[in-house]
Nanobody, 122 residues
Framework: QVQLVESGGGSVQAGGSLRLSCTAS???????MAWFRQAPGKERERVAT???????TYADSVKGRFTISKDNAKSTLYLQMDSLKPDDTGMYYC?????????????????WGQGTQVTVSS
């Protein structure tokens, strides 16, 4: 049973930074990993994705402010979030998938973490 465990969330003022981490319980070869977020009353949003070649994609709302990366040796995914805005507030989820499917930026993901809360105050 694969488990993804997020950490690093918290409360920060606008303009601040946070670094989220997501550690997988197994050393599975992931074709795609991603961060999603969901704010109260809103649909879940795909924030950033990274594939096995370390090619990343970003939602327009976070481009230039967020950076996704991974450390395969540590089975860990990261999301560096800078210049945070109140609109970035939400529950952030790590996800992963190993199937041979469509691009990481559009596919559905198999495994999900429990989420970590990010709150940005103005």
């Amino acid at each position: 049973q694969v488990q993804l465990v997020e950490s690093g969330g918290g409360s920060v003022q606008a303009g601040g930074s946070l670094r989220l981490s997501c550690t997988a319980s197994t050393g599975t070869f992931w074709r795609c990993m991603a961060w999603f977020r969901q704010a109260p009353g809103k649909e879940r949003e795909r924030v950033a994705t990274i594939n096995k070649e370390d090619i990343s994609t970003y939602a327009d709302s976070v481009k230039g402010r967020f950076t996704i990366s991974k450390d395969n040796a540590k089975s860990t995914l990261y999301l560096q979030m800078d210049s945070l805005k109140p609109d970035d507030t939400g529950m952030y989820y790590c996800s992963a998938d190993s199937r041979i499917l469509s691009a990481c930026s559009v596919r559905a993901y198999t495994y999900w973490g429990q989420g970590t809360q990010v709150t940005v105050s103005s």
